[in-house]
């Protein structure tokens, strides 16, 4: 009908005028099809609204309330809103910041000033320790979508840039110390404990859930530390599915391979008059009767096992207290994962280790631990970086890692060490 009464309108004039009339027709339809769309689109990606966040009051809000020197909020809520003190936060942010040009803050096409590197900062940290996005919009000023990627960005140049330091293997130093606190709890040449936690994945891929899950049917990814009365931890390895237990990921991690390539640095100590040369870890059951491992006795006989079990069970809490410290500090290791790729999760629970070390470190004067470090009464020799060391070298080291008869030498030098050390004060 349309059509028609179109013609009937079009035979009423000439061709001249027949060819403005069809050019005003389609220069108005033109428009309107402009105005439709840019009904439906308000931003660069279709169907995309745009929210003005006013970033530049944000940043400025944000420095008032903690970094000016007059900030509203003292340094013991900053402390406990950013988990660390102002000083350690800055140092990061600063090295982050030179390290990945995606925290410099810049502007866009239109001349707009984009996010600042505070508040990118701020929302990742704010997601680490809380776990959630959407709380972080209307303070920072930040889309969920850009939270996200700054969280990821983040945790890539914490983990690039300070892994080297804070996840190294103990150095000689360290070694040191660890012996120096070891000894002053009774057991000498105990570098630490060691035992697995559980992340669970709530966005698990369907088709690897069953690889994932366990007995709970609940798809987790485990992480496997070693940490020290301090709670600093000295190893981590992150990966292994549920279905795995913690001999199976024993198998798999590095925590050994600096002792079976001989390049570890050596570790002398005596118990009961019997001299070994080879740190050892406590850890529960599950583990092997490994000479690097000391397990507790699960049906102690007389006071010595008694007191012994009670004592091995109390230090080996170290690395539970860790994880337990580090899910407190770190909320996102603590709630379900909601990420897609464990690469992701990877970075993320790294990343916590790391600033985790960060905090023990810069706060290591305030926690009240005072050791001795004369104890030691040999100078450790410096740690050897030569090549890896032949095939025959390697397995030796790898048995005598292995030996049963260390092991149950080890335990029992230690149930009369300590009795000696504490048995007529009970």
Known sequence: MARNTMKMILNDFDSDDKLQLITIAAMEEERLNRERCSRRRSGSIEGHAVIYRDRVQGHERLYRDYFSETAIYPAHLFRRRFRMNRSLFLHILSTVEAYDPYFVQKADAVEIIGLSSLQKMTAAMRMLAYGVTDSVDDYVRIGESTAIESLKHFVKAVVATFSKT??????????????????????PGMLGSIDCMHWKWKNCPTARKGMYSGHIHEPTIILEAVASQDLWIWH????????????NVLDRSSVFSLLTQGRAPPVNYSINRNDYTMGYYLADGIYPQCATFVKTISSPQGNKQIYFAKAQESARKDVERAFGMLQARFAIVREPARFWKTKIMEDIIMACIIMHNMVAEDERDDNGL????????????????????????????????RDRGTHSKLKQDLVEHLWTLHGDSL
């Open 236 to 247: 981590a390895f992150f990966g292994m599915p549920r279905s795995h237990n913690n001999i």
């Open 370 to 401: 005072d050791f001795n470090y004369d104890t030691i009464s040999e100078s450790l020799p410096p740690v050897s970086h030569e090549r890896t060391p032949e095939l025959f070298e390697f397995i030796q080291n790898h048995h005598c890692i």
């Open 166 to 187: 804070y996840l190294r293997s103990p150095n000689n130093d360290d070694i040191s110390r660890l012996l120096a606190m070891g000894s002053n709890r009774g057991f």
